[in-house]
Structure formats: C-alpha cells, structure tokens
C-alpha cells in the first residue's frame, strides 16, 4: 500500500493547495438560467446551480462505511435541495476530485472521497492513487470491484445500487 505522501509524489499533486482550493467559493453556490435549447432538454430545466467546493465535502463526508454515492446522485441532491432543475456537471467532477485530494492533504477530518463513485458504480481515476488505491479502499470495505471492456478497462462497484446511500 502507498503512504499519502507517495500518492501525492506519484501524481505530481504535492505542488497544489487542495484544501485552499476547497474553501474558495468563486461566488458560487448560485443558480444560472439556461437558455440553450440542447442544454434544457439534456437535463430537464433551465435553473443550473453552480454549488460551492465544499458543499461537495460536505455531503461526502455523510457516507458511513459500507455505504456509496455517485456523482449523479450528489448532483441530484443538490439540484433539489436548491430548488433548481439540475447542478451543473463539470464543476461537479472537479469539485469532488479537489475534496478527494484535499483530504489526503489533511492530518485530520479526512474526507472517505473512495465511497463517491463516478455514475453507474464506476471507481474515478482522478482520485489519489487512481484506480488501484480506490479499489484497495472499497474492498476493504466489503464491496466487490469488477473490470469491463478488453482495452479500455474500467473498473466498477459491483451491485452498487444496492449500497447507495439515501441523502
């Protein structure tokens, strides 16, 4: 197994102050009126909220061992809990990758970022330690991982609906 210092070594992430980036609002959350008709039918609605990093922290930190999430279902929650129609998808991905790196920066009040899964159940490459380092962490934890595709492996939580954890 690799020490966090390793992980952070190995992904060139050292440089970077992830906990500084998480509490930086960047004057959001906000809601944003979409107009676009491709965007509007895409994701049901016109009202796109732009939640805060460390809103994402939040609502991570919730998941008890044994328990998942998926991005979509954070995205979801947020949506709804903000009375907007969906929650804008690319801060999102970036947003819970930033909480996933700040908490291995962290000595204490970690973050277990490993139980957010990408959607359908797929482990995220972009966390510290990348795919091995996640899949070490969720079976350790009881899950089962499996692999899919012949040259584009991806990794997934098998049954993971079933673990979802209810926000």
Request: net charge positive; glycine share 6%; no cysteine.
């Amino acid at each position: 197994m690799l020490l966090q210092k390793e992980v952070l070594v190995m992904a060139n992430e050292n440089q970077k102050d992830f906990n500084a980036m998480l509490k930086e609002s960047k004057g959001m959350p906000k809601i944003k009126i979409v107009t676009d008709e491709k965007t509007i039918q895409k994701y049901g609605g016109t009202k796109m909220f732009f939640a805060a990093p460390l809103m994402y922290d939040e609502i991570m930190k919730r998941v008890p061992e044994g328990k998942l999430l998926t991005t979509g279902k954070i995205r979801e929650f947020l949506a709804w809990k903000n009375n907007a129609d969906f929650t804008e998808p690319i801060t999102a991905g970036s947003f819970i990758s930033i909480a996933a790196w700040a908490s291995v920066q962290r000595d204490k009040d970690p973050t277990p970022y490993w139980r957010t899964l990408k959607n359908e159940g797929e482990l995220n490459p972009k966390y510290p330690g990348g795919i091995e380092a996640q899949k070490e962490k969720l079976e350790s934890e009881g899950h089962t991982v499996i692999k899919r595709g012949r040259t584009n492996l991806r990794y997934y939580v098998l049954d993971f609906e079933q673990a979802l954890y209810e926000l």
